[in-house]
């Protein structure tokens, strides 16, 4: 189970002092109430960015293991929610996803590109839907982009900070902000963006 390691480090600073060593883990979220034994069960590594660990519990009584994701990283996909933000960036403001895939990333066929930026694009949207019904913080006229919610916020980066102001909804947010289930893929995938949530319209 994924948890939440508060912390506005950013991810060099992370690494660099082994933030993950000092991650402290209060009770056991199965077992508020103690007597299960929770404990540290050393850390697991990230594939990317290099060097970057996370902490990790293990409770016997409820057989689950526990990590703390600190806020700078992006949860089930590699690297940081800021790496995240700036593909998006790029996507948001490219007259069109094939145009921005021009610049993304050369190493892979087009398809592969698209498929590698509608696997942060759709679950991010998704996010920032849920986020304007879910953060009464927000404006009336937020849209579900990220110039929208950055000027909203009044901040360059949007991610790190949506995991903090998300924080009590995060197990049923999408990854890679959220630490919920990833969204089902749908076969008319273009329905996803259009449709606002809640309930259906008579
Ligand atoms: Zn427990």
């Not at 690297?79 to 996803?97: D, M, W």
């Amino acid at each position: 189970m994924q948890l939440r390691f508060a912390t506005n480090l950013p991810i060099e600073q992370y690494i660099q002092r082994e933030a993950w060593r000092g991650v402290e883990l209060d009770q056991c979220p199965l077992h508020p109430e103690g007597g299960c034994k929770i404990a540290r069960h050393g850390t697991y590594s990230r594939k990317f960015p290099d060097g970057a660990k996370i902490a990790r519990w293990y409770c016997r009584k409820g057989c689950t293991t526990f990590s703390k994701l600190p806020d700078c990283l992006s949860s089930r996909l590699p690297g940081t929610l800021i790496e995240v933000e700036t593909v998006i960036n790029q996507i948001e403001s490219a007259s069109s996803q094939e145009a921005a895939a021009d610049n993304i990333r050369l190493d892979i066929s087009l398809p592969s590109v698209l498929r590698w930026m509608r696997r942060r694009l759709f679950p991010i949207r998704l996010t920032l839907i849920l986020l304007i019904e879910l953060l009464p913080s927000l404006p009336d006229n937020c849209k579900p982009n990220f110039s929208s919610f950055r000027s909203a916020l009044g901040i360059e980066f949007v991610l790190p900070h949506l995991r903090m102001l998300a924080s009590p909804y995060l197990d049923i947010l999408p990854p890679p902000l959220g630490f919920g289930p990833r969204p089902k893929a749908h076969k008319s995938k273009k329905n996803h963006f259009q449709h606002k949530t809640g309930t259906d319209p008579p």
